[in-house]
């Protein structure tokens, strides 16, 4: 007789369910009165709730201020927790809502995307929608564009609330210009920066040009002595010598944002009404000196030339020719200042280049600044797309890595001592003692980052898109040829037979159309 098989059945063995480590991250306002908002009652929120769960271990919260929600630049801790994300020391993310996360639909989709390969859910509490259980993109590219809209929303909510103010002559300017101070929504005089104002004006009555007063600001950095410390620029100068805010008057909605992404400020050329009020602040210059400055202007600007020595050869070494690559060198014919490519110059055969007049760089020159004035956007992209850059480069050295860690480890250390002050566990001594502690170990710390971070091209060209924003950000549109504006933007310029091409101290190339001929 056959024996029947028989089975045992061997149990697999339960695997031991492993905590999943759960952060969250917030946008909180460091001068908010609304303590739901604070970043301490955010801690203990998240803390608890995290804990709650005993298949969850708590990895940390991290949170920026809340700025503008819509661009993902300048958000440090964002960026630390994406980094320990891709170090993978964290399973999941808790976030309040989209907007707070990104209001930017491509920036939520490619970072979601991004945290979904490395194996990341994250949970946005306010839409419950959880990526780690969703079959698509879909439901969270439209929350993301609702995002969007809802940030757009807000923006033209704003614009629509200060342009009633601006016709009621409610509306004062965010920015004090130089020589006020805001107190209470109010303009008032500046007693350190008043001089400065008072010497710009005497100085331009007593028959100094623009250029020459902004070398003697720049040569008397101790006696006037700016909030931002920037050089003063002959643009500056003009900017303030036009700035009708001085008589105790103020232009309203010279700039204006245009209601799509990104939001960018651009001049008013007359898209949109202006507001001028009078008397809205303390003056600091009398109308009849104000007027006859601008009379001045006017006149002076109808025989200006620039024929300066420092002007007539901020070209040499600049111009090169596309043809034969030879260096442009400059001649007078018939008192017309003339730049000719060296090879042409001595046989037209050599090449066929034709030569150039110093005006017409200076003309097409004015074109690509007031362009990129009005386009700075452009600007912070690269600069967005170099840091990130760097920041991949960073996190990559075994070196710079563990020293981010140790800075990573101590900030979170800050974090928990402000929840254990939050909630009356240390006072306040011990609080400052170990905060300050931890503060002077983080700036060592960063120190040893910064003699690591050898300077390399990606630095360099992260430098110098700086120095231009921080250029632009300083002077206004520019009427008349800057020299020192263009060596400190311009690298060299290639000649076309039909165009120039600009090349920036960054690395960005612009081109520009040749005048008619």
Known sequence: MAKVPQVKVIQPIAEQAKKLRVAAYARVSSDSADQLNSFATQVDYYTSYIRSKEEWEFAGLYADEAVSGTTADKRDDFQRLLADCRAGKIDRILVKSISRFARNTIDCIQTVRELGQLGIAVEFEKEDIDTGNMGSEMLLSILGSAAQEESLSISKNLKWSYRRRMKSGDFITCNAPLGYYLKNGTLLPDPQEVPIVEYIFSSYLAGKSMEEISNDLNAQETQFMRKKKARWYRTSIRYVLSNEKYIGDSLLQKTYTPNELPLVNVRNNGQLSKFYIKNSHPAIIPVEVFETVQDLIESRAVFHQPTSVAGSFSLSGILKCSICGSTFHRHLKKDIARWNCSQHAKDANLCPMRAVTEKEVYH?????????????????????????????????????????EKISELIKQNHSLTRLRTKGCIDSAIFIERSNHNNKKIEELRRKLRQLQVPDRTSSLIENTKLLLDLLEETKPMLEFEPSIFKSMIQKIIVYPERFCFHLINGLVLDEGRCSR
Do not use: G, H, S
């Open 364 to 404: 097409i020159f004015l074109n690509v600044y007031n362009k990129l004035l009005d386009n700075q956007d452009i600007l912070k992209a690269m600069l967005n797309q170099l840091l990130e850059l760097q920041t991949k480069v960073m996190f990559t050295r075994p070196d710079i890595v563990e020293l981010n």
